[in-house]
């Protein structure tokens, strides 16, 4: 296991479509043991493969207790309706408001090619949606509706600093 190097925005990598993962082999667990480890230490809630310069169809979600593997995922339902901050690792240093569902139902393999259902609500709903759309070249930014200002980023983080986190 080991890190891989994130890619940030502006790398033509992110902007591009991802084929399907078709050998669960030895490499695709090599590449989701990497990404774990990856998301672990960037203090990450979800990381898609194109992030690490890897165009297959791969995401990790990390739910707290656990961390799933997401391959070939795609969204079968969802429902409400959600508003407030997002980030990402491939975009460091920036927030943007995005309106998402608030309850996403998602069925993917797992390395060994056999096919689970998900769902997810509120952060990890926001998460699947978030990771599903840089499998077809897609950054949150595109579907801010509004990008935090430098002054709102620096309150932020002196807040979550005196919050301890
Ligand atoms: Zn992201």
């Known amino acids: 296991m080991a890190l891989r190097n994130i890619l940030t925005e502006g790398n033509s990598t992110l902007n ?6 078709t050998a669960f082999d030895e490499r695709l667990a090599t590449l989701i043991d990497d ?9 990450g809630v979800g990381l898609a ?12 979600v990390d ?9 070939n995922p795609r969204i079968l339902e ?6 407030g901050l997002e980030g990402c690792l491939s975009v460091p ?12 139902r998602v069925e993917a393999q797992d390395r060994h090619g056999d096919w689970y259902e998900y769902e997810g609500e509120d952060l990890i709903a926001r998460c699947f949606c978030h990771e599903l759309e840089h499998l077809d070249g897609h950054l949150y930014t595109e579907k801010a509706y509004r990008m935090l200002t430098e002054e709102e980023y620096e309150e932020l983080m002196n807040q979550n600093a005196e919050d301890g986190e």
């Open 16 to 21: 591009k479509v991802c084929r399907p993962v």
């Open 35 to 43: 990404m774990k480890d990856t998301v672990v230490h960037a203090n």
């Open 49 to 60: 493969a194109p992030q690490v310069g890897v165009l297959r169809r791969v995401v990790v």
């Open 63 to 71: 739910l707290g207790e656990e961390i799933i593997e997401l391959i």
């Open 78 to 83: 969802q429902e409400g309706e959600q508003d």
């Open 93 to 104: 240093e920036r927030y943007g408001l995005v309106k998402r569902p608030r309850k996403v």
